[in-house]
């Protein structure tokens, strides 16, 4: 069906500037006005010797037509204006005036229809571009044939082609104007830098007939998105749908996982439509503020990761282009994910960054890498807000809230405290223990709580350390009463953290050293492994061995990036962190005589500057504490000793290290072996190990035969001279 003119519209509505009914009506009313044009036009091409029933026109140019045009004082197209440059005058007349009215009608019932709030799509469309007039009427001109067909045969017609259906730069250009100069100054509306060829409303393409055509010769076609938008049809561009999620406006209510200070500051900003950067990790409520700003301006959300869209056949040049349009389209909040994956030195690269200023409504990019704009004039205010992990009672009230009627039967104090996760965290821990306590057929417990967590916590870190499973208790080892002590007192410690650091306000008198850390002093086989198992296993927390000598690189700088990575993963693993074999970085730090000893001491200081920087737990373990200086050891909050068994604790340690279930033959004396055998605790277990492989061999109980020759296999390992006295059942 044919638009028709705007003189039909009226007579239809009535006399008078009554408000559109809806947002169709007034695209409608617009595509009349521009209908009015093409009908002018019409009219000049008529009056310039356009003859519509040559059957061959548009297939060669004649005689007539070349003179016509080498009479011409300027290039002023198919159909000269008649202002001068050739054409009859008299068709002019009464088309300025017609046009003038047709407009100022059109904007007088558009202004009507905003009094009435009248929901127009493309007024809100003209109004979020900026566009002008004759930008405005452009779009119009090329969104005609999309909506009725009639436009493409107009169009081949005024352009004296058959082929040519869109209308071409040249011809929109000859249409907005009968002024060759205005002609010449409104082609720069359709460069590259021009509002809609930038804005991708509209898309400028040409036929591939020549390889390098002129401006002038390139066609004009509207975005299809465009298009179904201005109709009423909402979507997404297809370029953007791996990339970009759509959040439509809803009422949500408030997120545990933002105080409601936090809020509060965020929604009185957000009413100056700032630049938001959203600092911090997984889960601390970055989206979840996002989505209250984009609830409070009454607009949808649109979350973007920019790492998959550069990642896209699209990419980001053109990619951004189109999440800025169509974020004008839908009026809506921009919250751009991925936003350190583009930063260059710390900083966003100018032309995208003056994009997104740029963009009528609010902006917000969300990363963990503090930058800062430079370089970039603007307008708008760029305000950082960081988004910290709670502490212990904020993380003990979103537990309390994710677990819901689940909560007042369970311990939640030792999980808030021992693990650091952020809300978003936490919620997906409570899903997961949840899940398991459903496998298992049993009711929601601690123990569900804990596995779901340890679980949930970094498990990158087992590639760069050895992950061991706590299977030890309490009576497993055998220590003097005061080096046990020590033990339960830093597990006590561990625990306590909620009282002294919060409750008791210690937490604002450190800056550092909120963790952790102990040394264990001994010699090999005394202990030292199995009492960190053990406080793991009683803080329920995993527990990493990290073999320190691994680590240490001859290259300068390498040995700190080990640790680098090490305590980077250990930050979100909640684990204690048990480093062996400390001698080979930390001896006694020496006087510098040369580069080497300069950069050995830099390793022991960035080694210590990451133990109090860690919140978590860190063990170091060594056989010389005599290499440790004053400056060393005052970093610490625990120096245990593991001294060397004697006889009556090696008694102890031969008994408590054979299971119940062992068969043992009736003439095995644990006192003889405690006081023949001078050994460490790991090396009795090896000798009784050996020995009931032995004895299973023989299909024997486990005998002393077996232990003394178990004991004697043990010495050749270990080099020691062979007495066979000590060996003799």
């Known amino acids: 069906m044919a638009i028709g003119t705007l003189e039909d519209v009226r007579q239809r509505e009535g006399v008078g500037f009554a408000p559109y009914a809806n947002s169709l009506e007034h695209l409608l009313a617009g595509l009349a006005y521009v209908d009015l044009r093409v009908r002018w036009a019409v009219a000049r091409a008529r009056a310039s010797g356009l003859n519509p029933d040559d059957e061959f026109r548009g297939l060669y ?51 009507a229809g905003r009094e009435t709030g009248c929901p127009m799509l493309l007024d809100r469309l003209i109004h979020d571009f900026d566009l002008t007039p004759p930008e405005v009427d452009a779009l119009l001109i ?74 002038l010769a390139q066609y004009l076609r509207p975005a299809r998105r465009v298009v179904e938008h201005l109709l009423g049809h909402p979507g997404l561009d297809s370029r953007l749908v791996n990339s970009t999620e759509v959040i439509p406006l809803a009422v949500t209510s408030p997120s545990p996982r933002l105080a409601a200070e936090l809020v509060g500051r965020l929604l009185r900003a957000a009413a ?20 209250m700003i984009a609830q409070a301006a009454g607009q949808p959300l649109f979350v973007t990761d920019l790492a998959a869209l550069a990642s896209s056949p699209t990419g980001l040049d053109d990619g951004l282009p189109l999440l800025l349009r169509e974020g004008r389209l839908w009026g809506a909040t921009l919250y751009l994910t991925g936003w350190d994956a583009i930063l260059n030195d710390e900083r966003p690269p100018r032309r995208l960054f003056q994009q997104l200023l740029d963009y009528p409504h609010t902006v917000i990019v969300a990363g963990e890498v503090v930058w800062q704009p430079a370089d970039s004039p603007r307008d708008r205010l760029v305000l950082r807000v960081e988004f910290d992990a709670p502490d212990y009672d904020g993380r003990l009230r979103v537990w309390q809230h994710y677990l819901g009627e689940s909560q007042p ?145 001859k290259y300068i700088g390498e040995t700190e990036k080990n640790l680098n990575r090490i305590f980077t993963e250990a930050a979100t693993s909640n684990a204690i962190l048990f480093f062996d074999e400390a001698d080979a970085i930390f001896g006694k730090r020496s006087e510098v005589k040369d580069s080497h000893d300069r950069y050995a001491n830099i390793e022991i200081s960035y080694l210590l500057q990451r133990m109090e920087a860690y919140d978590g737990v860190v ?60 050994l460490a605790g790991g090396n009795i277990r090896n000798i009784i190990l050996a020995a009931a492989f032995g004895a299973a061999e023989d299909g024997q109980m486990v005998s002393m035969p077996h232990l003394l020759h178990a004991a004697r296999r043990e010495y050749q390992k270990m080099g020691r001279l062979l007495d066979e006295t000590l060996f003799a059942v």
Do not use: C
């Open 61 to 111: 140019i004649s005689e007539a037509q070349v003179d016509s045009l080498l009479g011409q004082e300027t290039v002023a197209g198919l159909w000269p204006s008649g202002n001068g440059h050739g054409g009859p005058a008299a068709v002019q007349e009464g088309w300025g005036p017609l046009l003038a009215k047709a407009r100022a009608e059109w904007q007088a019932r558009t202004q």
């Open 142 to 215: 090329s969104l005609a044939p999309e909506i009725d067909p009639r436009y493409e045969r107009l169009f081949a017609y005024l352009q004296d082609d058959i082929t040519r259906k869109r209308p071409s730069v040249d011809l929109v250009l000859n249409l907005l104007t009968q002024s060759f100069q205005e002609k010449l100054w409104l082609r720069r509306l359709f460069t590259d830098e021009g509002p809609l060829i930038q804005s991708r409303l509209l898309i400028r393409f040409s036929d591939n007939s020549s390889r390098d055509p002129t401006l």
């Open 272 to 291: 100056g439509q700032p630049f938001f950067s959203f600092l911090g990790g997984y889960g601390v409520g970055k989206r979840e503020a996002a989505l």
């Open 409 to 553: 039967q369970l311990e939640l104090a030792a999980v808030a405290n021992q693990f650091h996760f952020t809300p978003g965290q936490i919620e997906d821990v409570v899903a997961t223990a949840r899940d398991l306590a459903q496998w298992r057929g049993e009711a929601l417990a601690e123990e569900h709580l804990f596995a779901a967590s340890r679980a949930h916590s970094n498990q990158k870190l087992a590639t760069l350390a050895t992950k061991i499973a706590p299977r030890y208790q309490w009576p497993d080892i055998v220590l003097p009463s005061d080096t046990l002590q020590q033990l339960k007192e830093m597990v006590n410690t561990v625990r306590q953290r909620p009282v002294v650091y919060g409750q008791w306000g210690f937490e604002r008198k450190l800056a550092l050293g909120k963790g952790l850390n102990a040394l264990f002093a001994g010699e090999s086989g005394t202990g030292k492994t199995m009492a960190a198992d053990i406080m793991a296993g009683e803080l329920g927390l995993d527990l990493y061995k990290v073999d320190l000598s691994t680590l240490v690189s």
């Open 619 to 678: 063990i170091l373990a060594t056989n010389m504490r005599s290499n440790l200086d004053d400056a060393f050891t005052r970093r610490l909050h625990f120096i245990v000793e593991f001294p060397f068994p004697e006889a009556t604790d090696r008694e102890r340690i031969w008994r408590v290290n054979f299971p119940p279930e062992t068969p043992l033959a009736a003439g095995v004396d644990f006192k003889l072996l405690a006081q023949r055998f001078r």
